[in-house]
């Protein structure tokens, strides 16, 4: 395989673009916003003016947008993915998306000739970058192992984990273990800051004892340093948290920890902090 | 200094001892069932009959036990640390206990020509046994200068935090980031269950990437293997949440999510399962 077509160029989308021309892959790319994408351009991914002819000759098609209506409009649309693809095709769904549109789009696409998977990352925008994110696929086995090679150009833990949809499911699966995490690791920052304690200090003595994470690690020194650009959004993250408890009520559980933390950034989200990182739960205690 | 007095020898105490005593210090041991100490006994611990027996002669006085109450006992009482310590002598609480009874310690003490520091641990039973636990201090810096040897026999990640309660405050800041971490590591793998993804390899997926942390490479394997036994109990991590919370509320601030997670292991408490390990908490899920 040579040509992909790659939609979708985010803060996610762009270094795996960069990732896949290094490892000498031609990439056609198509994005909602043109001015967005004009620095990958300039590197040499070529620029398409609709997702019908980002997708018409790639041998494989990778999808990283926002939402799952995003990812249904450019799957099922009359100018989408499903409708142009070529036959034969491998078709990666790599947004975070709801375990039950990765079914529906594997099981429309199978139909016309497609390979789908569905594989979503975690590593963000560092992982992104340094080409070490973690990707969870589902579908077929065999479509998994044509498409490793493609895998390897833009993360290092690949694993195949199922059928249709249990990539995603194991993405909400991280998803839920980040929201419990990310949001102790605020309320002891919190807690450190108002009895007192040299809050860096805290975190440094904890970290590498039984409370040590990658959050702790990673993501809470921005907040020492009062930085809340997106390296992850809310908006993004309240949209996986929604995806990980209704699929969890459908089955009659309920994740209270996941549903705290939800009802937490939709409040963050409602006082106009969507575009904020994730780690801006700090405010909420503000 | 030679001459050790060691009071409480239950799971982490006990190999506490065996440390101290490797590192070459003569042990003196008082604790409240002395059947339970026997195995120590043999490995050369000295039983004494009493707290004060325990503590007349010691250069310097070690003490974990379960709960704020008994601390208070152990200081406080006629027979207590404090009526019956030599004179000069170091006095550590290494029980996680309330910041403000650490305080009125340290006060009462140097009152009485002691040096008092508070130095809860973390690591749980295996950083207790391989003498690897991460120590947090308060009190006086000169103090612990004094001590840091003492602290070396027993862990490696050993720092001074500031003021009398300030260790204390740390190991709340310590219980605040596991009660959200364990649990939201526990909701993941409930999730997994039931979509049916395989949960072993789920963890397995995720713990490289952001989602990763200790709870989840060493406490939540315990759970897959069934495995319930107390690395560290219930009941004292209802206790810690609990001095953390009140601590937090005095200071109008509210953690969510740790009083989220307290309900529900003051539930499980409820159930009967308080002398479970903390990684018992997935069966509230049940």
Chains 1, 2 share one sequence.
Not at 233 to 254: N, P, S
């Amino acid at each position: 395989m040579k040509n992909i077509g790659f939609i979708g160029t985010g803060i996610m989308g762009k270094s795996m673009v960069e990732n896949l021309m290094k490892a000498g892959y031609c990439v056609s790319i198509f994005t909602r916003t043109k001015e967005k994408a004009e620095d990958i351009i300039n590197k040499g991914a070529i620029w398409k003016e609709s997702v019908a002819e980002c997708v018409k000759d790639a041998d494989a098609v990778i999808t990283i947008v926002g939402f799952p209506k995003d990812v249904e409009e450019v799957y099922f649309g009359e100018k989408g993915i499903l409708a142009n693809a070529k036959k034969g095709s491998y078709i990666i769904d790599m947004t975070t998306n709801s375990p039950k549109l990765a079914e529906k789009i594997y099981q429309e696409g199978t139909k016309k000739g497609l390979h789908v998977l569905d594989a979503p990352v975690t590593g963000g925008d560092i992982g992104a970058k340094n080409g070490t994110l973690t990707i969870m696929v589902g579908g077929e086995e065999e479509d998994f192992k044509v498409c490793y090679e493609i895998f390897q150009a833009m993360g290092e833990n690949i694993v195949y984990e199922g059928n249709a949809g249990s990539g995603q499911h194991t993405k909400m699966a991280n998803q839920i273990v980040i929201a419990g995490t990310l949001t102790a690791v605020c309320e002891a920052m919190v807690y450190a800051k108002n009895v007192g304690l040299d809050v860096k200090q805290m975190m440094d003595t904890i970290k590498t004892g039984v409370a040590g994470s990658k959050q702790l690690e990673v993501v809470a020194p921005r907040i020492l340093d009062n930085n809340f650009e997106p390296g992850f959004f809310i908006k993004h993250f309240i949209k996986d948290m929604g995806l990980a408890k209704e699929e969890a009520v459908e089955r009659g559980i309920h994740l209270e920890v996941l549903e705290k933390v939800l009802d937490m950034y939709q409040t963050l989200e409602e006082d106009g902090k969507g575009e904020l990182g994730t780690q801006a739960i700090i405010q909420y205690y503000k």
